[in-house]
């Protein structure tokens, strides 16, 4: 086993062995749970295979070893199933254990938001990940304003935002100063906090802002839904 895949298992074996706590009851959530890492998780390897084609990073054989699918390792592919798992387990531990309050984060601040991260993509069109980073944010913002504004209003979400930061300081600093992922010099900025590029902090808050949006898109038509007719 690669130390890449084992990063993934453990990962997520927390997450799933607290799946069954009787007050978060993350396991009646599985279904929207699934359908999002699915969704999202679909569009993000398509990404990731493209790039990792071009060059926008490569990955260590020594810690992700030798086997490729679609041009990456297994255990990258798993990462984008186990990530969104752990994190969308964090945020129903939120909306299970924290009162929500309204946060004053109306549509036109996501619009706002939107167009400033265009603006990004024009500027640093000439770095690939930074533009597509800066793209994928700026995509968020445009959906979450138009259809989502209630959970931009939530305090769940950004509480969940911040706890998530944290282990992915933990992980990606793991994988960034091995290195098990390196990064092309020619499509990123070069700003580092630690051994992160700064344009993965971007890529996690897009990867699970998404996830998030669909999660919660199933979870109010599978559970709350079924909830309601018990």
């Known amino acids: 086993m690669s130390l890449y895949m084992a990063i993934d298992l453990a990962v997520i074996a927390g997450p799933f062995l607290l799946s069954f706590d009787r007050k978060v009851a993350y396991w009646r959530k599985w279904p929207a749970v699934f359908m999002a890492v699915a969704v999202v998780g679909t569009a993000y390897i398509a990404w990731d295979v493209i790039v990792t084609e071009i060059g926008h990073w490569s990955f260590s054989y020594e810690y992700a070893g030798t086997t490729r699918l679609l041009g990456l390792p297994p255990a990258e592919i798993l990462f984008f199933l186990v990530v969104p798992y752990a994190c969308l387990f964090i945020y129903e531990c939120v909306r299970a254990y924290f009162p929500e309050r309204t946060v004053p984060f109306s549509r036109w601040y996501a619009y706002a938001l939107s167009v400033l991260f265009s603006v990004g993509v024009v500027i640093f069109v000439d770095r690939g990940y930074t533009a597509l980073v800066m793209g994928s944010v700026a995509l968020f ?10 959970v931009l209003k939530s305090s769940h979400t950004w509480f969940f935002f911040l706890i998530s930061y944290v282990p992915f300081m933990i992980v990606n600093g793991v ?7 390196s990064y092309g010099p020619d499509f990123i900025i070069g700003l580092r906090i630690t051994s992160i590029p700064l344009e993965d902090f971007f890529y996690n808050f897009s990867l699970l802002g998404f996830n998030l949006l669909v999660h919660l898109s199933f979870r109010r038509r599978f559970v709350e839904t079924g909830e309601q007719s018990a």
């Open 141 to 150: 913002f445009l959906v979450a304003g138009l259809a989502f504004e209630d």
């Open 175 to 181: 994988l960034t100063a091995l290195p098990i992922v």
